[in-house]
Structure formats: C-alpha cells, structure tokens
C-alpha cells in the first residue's frame, strides 16, 4: 500500500503571522515517518509558506485554479502561477466551491486537466448531501462525479467530502466510510479500468485527533482531507501520526 496522505485545508484562514507560526510548528515536528503532508493555505499565504517550507518534508498546496494558463480572468489564479510558489497539489471541485461559487463538474475537469498539464496534483473533491444519502440516491450521485469531474487518464487524488459531514463535528460513521470507499474504488475501477486501482482516495469530513486512527484505518482509505482541524498544530499532527500507523 502506499503512503497516505494527510492534506489541511486552511479554506480562508491564516495571516502572514500565524500561517508563519503553524508551519514553523509542523514542520519542527512532523514525523520522520510520516505519511505525505501538505498544507492549502489561501493564495496571499502562498509567497510566505514557499520560503518557509522550502526544502522541508511538507509539502505546500493550493485550494483551487482556473482552466486556462492565463487570460482575461480577473480574480482568478492559474496552475501555472501557482507553480511558480513551489505549489505541488490543488484542491479542485471542494463543495464550497461547488456550492458556494457554481462549480460544475466539466469544469473540475477542465482544472484538473489544467492542474496536472502545470505539473499540480489535483485533489479533486466529490460528495453527497444530507438528502441523497438518505434517500440513498448518493452512489448515483458520486459515480456521475466522478465521471464527470475526473479527466480520462487522471492522474491525481479523489477526496470523499460528504457534505453534511463538513465542518459539522460530526463525521460519517466507520461504516459509512467503509462502505462508500468500496463502492468508489468499484466505480474508479469501472472507469478508469486497472489505472482505477491506483488512483488515491481521501476521506474529509469533521476528521480530528480522535477519530483519524478509525478512519485512517478502513481499507480503501489512502488519508484524509483536513479542513478545522488543520488550523492546530497539535490536532494536526496528531492526525498525520495516525496515518503513519494505519
Ligand atoms: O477540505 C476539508 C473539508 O471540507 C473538511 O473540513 P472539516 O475537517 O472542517 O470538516
């Protein structure tokens, strides 16, 4: 099995002065056998967390990108610009994003393509609501994310975020996990055939110090997504830690 990897979400939190303080503080402590670690600061962070972590064992991501290299976008940011602050993965399609701005699933895509053409990993983010994960129409929904979010030949890392698991203290069960998981590697596997196999699935959702070893621990799981809890040093590390066990 391969190294896990544990990725913080910062969404829109940090200035110049805890940002600096928090990676100081991960970095001093990270496990020699850790799992692979990055963190998704917001761009301003990005120029400052280059130079500090520069040469270090964590690794330093970004929470989206545009489709196109360049161009009349105002307000965006491309994965090409990214690469140039020693950015090696992206967060692409999270539901914040999705929800919150009308992210579709061709244009995860299109970042995603994007992302990998800049030399990025994407982390590309699928997941179901409260409501069709109780009227079970869930798996429909997370195989047409997957089929429409995820190029053909993708190469980066799938991220299970089911939404009424986000930022609610409350995680999906082991169970849930367990079962999900399954039906996404028979899914990657049904599209993507034997590359399918290989592609990384992560869990995020309301994962914290206490349950990471759980959830880390379920077959299929390959690391976690971290949003909250990523902003703690200590809740942080304690979770790679979990992982460097599983
Ligand atoms: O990207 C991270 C996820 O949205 C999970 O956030 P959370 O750990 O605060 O629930």
Known sequence: MSRQLIAGNWKMNGTRQNAQGLAQ???????????????????????????????????????????APSGAYTGDISATMLGEFGVSYVILGHSERRQGHGELDDTVREKAIAATKAGLTPIVCIGETEDQRESGDYTDVLGWQIKGSLPDNFAGVLAYEPI????????????????????????????????????????????????AAAILGIPEVGGALVGGASLDADAFLSIVSAASAA
Request: charged content about 15%; some cysteine.
């Open 164 to 211: 009424w698991a986000i930022g609610t203290g409350l995680a999906a069960t082991t169970e849930q996990i367990a079962q999900t998981m399954l039906f996404l590697r028979e899914e990657l596997v049904r599209q993507f055939g034997e590359a399918g196999k290989a592609i990384k699935i992560l869990y995020g959702g309301s994962v914290n110090a206490d349950n």
């Open 25 to 67: 503080a991960l970095v001093a402590r990270l496990p020699a056998d850790a799992a692979d670690v990055v963190v998704c600061p917001p761009f301003t962070l990005l120029p400052l967390l280059a130079d500090s972590l520069a040469g270090t064992a964590l690794a330093l991501g970004a929470q989206d990108c545009h489709k």
